[in-house]
């Protein structure tokens, strides 16, 4: 079982910047794809940004391309996302997921494991 705690969250005026840390815990757990997913209130959870187990691929939502980067750590068992030029709009509560194949995927059923999210609010 892997556990995954989001942390990094919190009230930042837009354009400004926030790293979100995605920490994970149990047996083998750097060796999983993970997967970043935002949902804001009244809609449905989306694809935010994915990373493979190396680190070495990457994908990103087209709303957050250029302004966000994931990236990992397994060393530390910790994926980061680090999100620039914000905006209103990227506001949501931001969860991190693990899926355990080799594919990376940006369709949060794939996922096997779930954090509990990190809210992130984007004042204008």
């Known amino acids: 079982q892997v556990r995954l705690v989001e942390s990094g969250g919190g009230l930042v005026q837009a354009g400004g910047s926030l790293r979100l840390s995605c920490a994970a815990s149990?047996?083998?757990?750097?060796?999983?794809?993970i997967g970043w997913f935002r949902q804001a209130p009244g809609k449905e959870r989306e694809f935010v940004a994915v990373i493979s187990r190396e680190g070495i691929l990457t994908e990103y939502a087209d709303s957050v391309k250029g302004r966000f980067t994931i990236s990992r750590d397994n060393a530390k068992n910790t994926v980061y996302l680090r999100m620039n030029s914000l905006k209103p709009e990227d506001t949501a509560v931001y969860y991190c997921a693990a899926e355990t194949t080799w594919v990376i995927h940006t369709a949060d059923y794939e996922y096997d494991y779930w954090g509990q999210g990190t809210q992130v609010t984007v004042s204008s």
């Open positions: 149990g047996p083998t757990s750097s060796t999983y794809v």
